[in-house]
């Protein structure tokens, strides 16, 4: 029998150069959480606007009332050389639920 596991959910803050496409900048963001969630410290990323590398040094940082570790990329883009930094923020208390609501 499968035992429930829970959902996970949390929030992802985005600091990016404005003329990354949405869908670039959805692709960079979707690869920083999946990154936290696979506990992973560096990948290749490419879109349509850009190449580069995607990396954290798993430093917790705060936004306001809201902290999370920390995502960085080194960008290549068609306008020169450019950088975007994530905030992954987890209001669960991990795989398998937890409290309902964490401040981290």
């Given at each position: 029998?499968?035992?429930?596991q829970?959902i996970r959910?949390?929030y992802?803050?985005?600091?990016?150069?404005?003329?990354?496409?949405g869908?670039?900048r959805?692709?960079?963001?979707?690869?920083a959480v999946?990154?936290?969630?696979a506990g992973?410290d560096?990948?290749s990323?490419?879109?349509d606007g850009?190449e580069?590398?995607?990396?954290t040094?798993r430093?917790f940082e705060?936004?306001?009332e809201?902290?999370?570790?920390?995502?960085?990329?080194?960008?290549?883009?068609?306008?020169?050389r450019?950088t975007a930094?994530?905030?992954v923020n987890?209001q669960?208390g991990?795989?398998?639920?937890?409290?309902?609501f964490?401040r981290n």
């Amino acid at each position: 029998m499968m035992e429930h596991q829970g959902i996970r959910w949390g929030y992802v803050f985005l600091r990016a150069p404005n003329f990354l496409s949405g869908e670039d900048r959805e692709h960079l963001m979707t690869t920083a959480v999946e990154m936290y969630l696979a506990g992973e410290d560096e990948r290749s990323v490419a879109g349509d606007g850009y190449e580069g590398r995607l990396y954290t040094e798993r430093r917790f940082e705060m936004l306001g009332e809201f902290g999370g570790q920390r995502f960085d990329s080194d960008l290549e883009t068609a306008y020169g050389r450019d950088t975007a930094t994530f905030l992954v923020n987890e209001q669960t208390g991990g795989y398998g639920g937890g409290p309902g609501f964490s401040r981290n």
